[in-house]
């Protein structure tokens, strides 16, 4: 069974610019949860799609945003890119149940200069 | 945001010693999740906790639930090379919802 498969893995982006991160879940998953992990603050929840619906979002500016698509794959952009957006940006993929595990891709590693 | 409290921040230790970990919050969660990063990679999961009290092993691994449901502990023993890396608690929240609280972290080092 395929595990979480994050696309691109790294990314160098220009101050000002918008980034398109994909992830593609779990077969079978309908949960896709976005997080952002920095040195200084460690993992951050963004968002999360179920179901192709924003469920639940974390404490992140409207420069944040996410989509889900039919086959549960989902993206998510950051527009007006900054400095500070330098991170590793981690998607995960659970089933959506009560009681899931969440699993995790590797992650995009993004470079904002 | 609301974050968890992992303690020790980091570990040095020799190969075949045991290792302890924890994480405190003041808020209760319904799942308690412990997980294994290493360089360049994302998190990958060791162990899940669902109940109170809850005691759970994976191999040379045990995670226990606190009763309070606001805390949690990792063990590792006997400790061997590869499990150098950083470990992460994260707690949930909402039942179902996958919004995942994490701690700070413990990063790992081992002396062979």
């Known amino acids: 069974k395929a595990g979480v498969t994050q696309t691109p893995r790294y990314l160098i982006k220009t101050r000002g610019q918008q980034v398109t991160l994909s992830c593609s879940p779990i077969?079978?998953?309908?949960?896709v949860s976005w997080y952002q992990q920095t040195p200084g603050q460690g993992l951050q929840f963004l968002f999360e799609?179920?179901?192709?619906?924003?469920?639940n979002k974390g404490n992140f500016p409207g420069r944040f945003s996410g989509r889900q698509f039919s086959n549960s794959r989902s993206e998510m952009n950051v527009s007006t890119l900054e400095l500070g957006d330098s991170a590793l940006y981690l998607c995960?993929?659970?089933?959506?149940?009560?009681?899931?595990?969440?699993?995790f891709g590797q992650g995009t590693r993004l470079t904002v200069v | 945001g609301q974050q968890l409290n992992q303690s020790p921040q980091s570990m040095f230790i020799q190969e075949g010693e045991d290792v302890s970990m924890n994480c405190t919050s003041s808020?209760?969660?319904?799942?308690w999740l412990w997980y294994k990063q290493e360089p360049g990679e994302g998190p990958v999961l060791l162990i899940a906790?669902?109940?109170?009290?809850e005691l759970t092993s994976n191999g040379r691994l045990t995670a226990q639930f606190g009763i309070t449901r606001k805390d949690s502990f990792l063990n590792i023993s006997a400790s061997i090379p590869s499990d150098v890396g950083i470990y992460f608690c994260?707690?949930?929240?909402?039942?179902?919802?996958?919004?995942?609280?994490f701690g700070q972290g413990t990063r790992l080092t081992i002396n062979p």
């Open positions: 906790l669902y109940k109170a009290g």
């Open positions: 994260a707690g949930q929240l909402i039942q179902g919802a996958q919004k995942l609280v």
């Open positions: 077969s079978g998953h309908r949960s």
């Open positions: 995960a993929s659970s089933s959506g149940q009560l009681n899931t595990e969440a699993f």
């Open positions: 799609y179920f179901s192709e619906t924003q469920r």
């Open positions: 808020s209760i969660f319904n799942t």
